[in-house]
C-alpha cells in the first residue's frame, strides 16, 4: 500500500531532521553531509505524501456529504469538489512512485562534460565546437557555472578535445542523457562541391567526485609544471603555472592551465584527477545500468550512437528513444529541454517497470 510506504519515509525523515541537529553529528562531517542530504531526497516525497493525504481526506469528507446531505446545493458543490479532487489522484500518485525508486546518488552531482572531435576530420573539430556552444547557451539559461580545464583547437575552428566542469544544482542528473556520439549531417565549411558530408562528436559526461568520496594519496601523484601556451602554440605567459598531474597507480593524466595561478591550477586538476579515478568505479555501474535501459549509454562504449543533426532537414533525432524534432536552429543553440524531458520521462517508465510498479 502506498500509504504504508510513505508513512515509513515520514517517520525517517523526521528521524533524519532530529539526527542533523546533534552536536555529535554536526562535527562528524562525513556523516552531517550524508544525512543532509538524505533530508533534501526525502523532503519532495514528504510534501508530495502531504498533499496525497490531504485529498484523500477531502474526497472523504466529500463522499460523507454526498452520503447524507439532503439539501441539493450542497450536494452539488461536494459533486463538483469531488470530481476535481479525483482528477488530481492519478497524477500524484504517478509522481509518489517516481520519487520512491531509488535516487541514483550521482544525479545531485557536478559534472565534468567532454567533447572529442571524432570522424570527420576538420568538419568534426567544427561541430565539437558547435555542441560546445549548445551546452554552453544550456547551462547559462539554467544558472548554471561553467569552467573549462582544457581545450585543444581544430586547425580550422572548433575543438579537437575540450573538457569542462559544470556546477549547479542537479547538473549530473540532467546532462548524464549526453553521454555518447552525436553525429551532424550538412554541407562543411570546407566543402567546395556542396556535398553532404556526414561526421561525428563523442561527448562524456561525468559525475563530479567531492572529497568524501575518494582517498587521493599524494606520494601516488606526480606534479610536472609548464609554460601555459595559447592558439598556434604561442606562450601566454612565461611562468610554469600549467599543471600536469600524472596518477601513478592507474596511469590517468590530468592536466589544467586556464588559471595564471598554479595553486589554482592545481587544485583544479586534483578535482578532475578525483573525479575520473572516481568514475573508474562508477564505470562498472554505468555498464550495468546501461545493458538494461536505453536512455542511457555506458560512458565506456563511446561508439553508441545517440543523436543524429541533420542541418539539410532541419532535423535532429534522439535515436534511444525515436523521438524526431524539427527546430535544429534552436536546439544547435541550447534550447534541448525538450528532449531531456523525453529521455528522464522514458527512463523513468524503464525504471518503473524494473521495480514492478505499475
Known sequence: MILDKLEGVKL????????????????????????????????????????????????????????????????????????ELEEKVYPLEEEIKILLLPKDPEDEKNAILEIRAGTGGDEASIFAGDLFRMYTHYCEARKWKVEVTHLSEGT??????????????????????ESGVHRVQRVPQTETQGRVHTSAATVAVLPEAEEFDIELKQEDIRKDTYCSSGPGGQSVNTTYSAVRL?????????????????????????????????????????????SKRKTMVST?????KIRTYNYPQGRVTDHRINLTMYNLPTIVD?????????????????????????
Not at 60 to 66: F, N, R, T, V
Not at 300 to 304: L, V
Not at 340 to 357: F, H, I, P, S, Y
Request: some cysteine; glycine content about 6%; hydrophobic content about 35%.
Open 12 to 83: 525517517r525523515f523526521e528521524e533524519v531532521g532530529q539526527l542533523i541537529t546533534d552536536p555529535a553529528v554536526i562535527n562528524d562531517m562525513k556523516k552531517y553531509v550524508k544525512l543532509n542530504k538524505e533530508y533534501k531526497d526525502l523532503e519532495p516525497l514528504v510534501e508530495a505524501y502531504n498533499s496525497y493525504k490531504n485529498i484523500l481526506s477531502n474526497i472523504q469528507s466529500a463522499k460523507e456529504i454526498l452520503a447524507t446531505e439532503k439539501d441539493e446545493e450542497m450536494r452539488e458543490m461536494a459533486k463538483m469538489e469531488l470530481d
Open 156 to 177: 580550422v575552428g572548433g575543438y579537437k578535445e575540450i573538457v569542462m566542469k559544470v556546477t549547479g544544482a542537479g547538473v549530473y542528473g540532467i546532462l548524464k542523457y
Open 246 to 290: 600524472v596518477h601513478i597507480p592507474s596511469g590517468i593524466v590530468v592536466t589544467c592551465q586556464d588559471q595564471k595561478s598554479q595553486l589554482k591550477n592545481y587544485d583544479k586538476a586534483l578535482a578532475e584527477l578525483r573525479t575520473r579515478l572516481y568514475n573508474l568505479e562508477y564505470q562498472k555501474y554505468i555498464d550495468e545500468i546501461s
Open 300 to 304: 565506456g562504449d563511446r561508439s553508441a
Open 334 to 358: 541550447g534550447d534541448i529541454q525538450e528532449i531531456l524531458d523525453q529521455l528522464q520521462m522514458a527512463e523513468n517508465t524503464e525504471r518503473l517497470k524494473e521495480a514492478g510498479v505499475e
